[in-house]
């Protein structure tokens, strides 16, 4: 596709409920990041990709949150056991360059809800 | 202290108004420098990315940093109301195991016809 592709775009959750947010970067981009936005703040890391390899999951919150992207495209982010306080918009970006986060792409979001 | 400060705002200019935007930061270990636009709802867009000290333009906007203040900023001239979105800067170190950018907290910039 000509952009970065989040499915779904809104994603409400009942507290408890596991969660799979899904990112399709662009075609060929080797680098891949998730970002957290909550409300009214800028996004902040939670991993990076380069091809299959999570080589930074210093920014996952805890241990519910497991991200993966097994062959090097597509990833998934999981959250397991939502809680309130996940509620945010979960960024995806990629980069055509290894490891570069100065030129990413990001998708338009996946906005999760935790009731 | 966070590492990047960013004043959220909002900031409510005319038409065709001269717009400045401005972040600080902590870490002089930070080297890479970027400004994002984000509309309401959609993902951050890349408008402007400057390595080092100085001055970078590009058609309306111009982007300055100043590593001895640890001050970068972003100028927006003849402002439109498609201007109208929250303004990220963004920051980033350099070398191996560095692949996280640092954004401010965004400023919301309203342009008014």
């Known amino acids: 596709g000509a952009g970065v592709s989040q499915s779904p775009r809104y994603k409400v959750a009942k507290r408890g409920q596991d969660v799979a947010l899904r990112c399709d970067p662009i075609?060929?981009?080797?680098?891949l990041f998730w970002y957290q936005q909550a409300l009214g703040q800028g996004p902040e890391f939670l991993t990076y990709f380069q091809n299959e390899a999570q080589l930074d999951k210093s920014g996952l919150p805890s241990d519910r949150f497991f991200a993966e992207r097994p062959e090097g495209s597509v990833s998934t982010l999981k959250i397991q056991r939502t809680q309130q306080e996940d509620s945010a918009v979960y960024l995806c970006?990629?980069?055509?360059?290894?490891?570069?986060?100065?030129?990413?792409?990001f998708g338009q979001g996946t906005r999760l809800t935790v009731v | 202290q966070k590492e990047v400060e960013q004043d959220p705002g909002p900031l409510s200019v005319p038409e065709g108004a001269i717009v400045s935007l401005n972040c600080t930061y902590s870490n002089s270990a930070f080297q890479y420098f970027m400004w994002y636009r984000q509309y309401s709802r959609k993902g951050p867009e890349l408008l402007m990315y400057?390595?080092?000290?100085g001055n970078k333009e590009d058609g309306r906007f111009t982007a300055q940093v100043d590593k001895s203040s640890k001050y970068i900023s972003l100028f927006i001239r003849d402002s439109q109301p498609s201007d109208s979105a929250t303004y990220l800067c963004?920051?980033?170190?350099?070398?191996?195991?560095?692949?996280?950018?640092?954004f401010g907290k965004g400023t919301k910039l309203s342009v008014i016809p």
């Open positions: 075609s060929g981009h080797v680098s």
């Open positions: 963004a920051i980033s170190y350099s070398g191996a195991g560095s692949y996280q950018l640092t």
């Open positions: 970006a990629s980069s055509s360059r290894r490891g570069s986060n100065t030129e990413a792409f």
């Open positions: 400057t390595y080092s000290s």
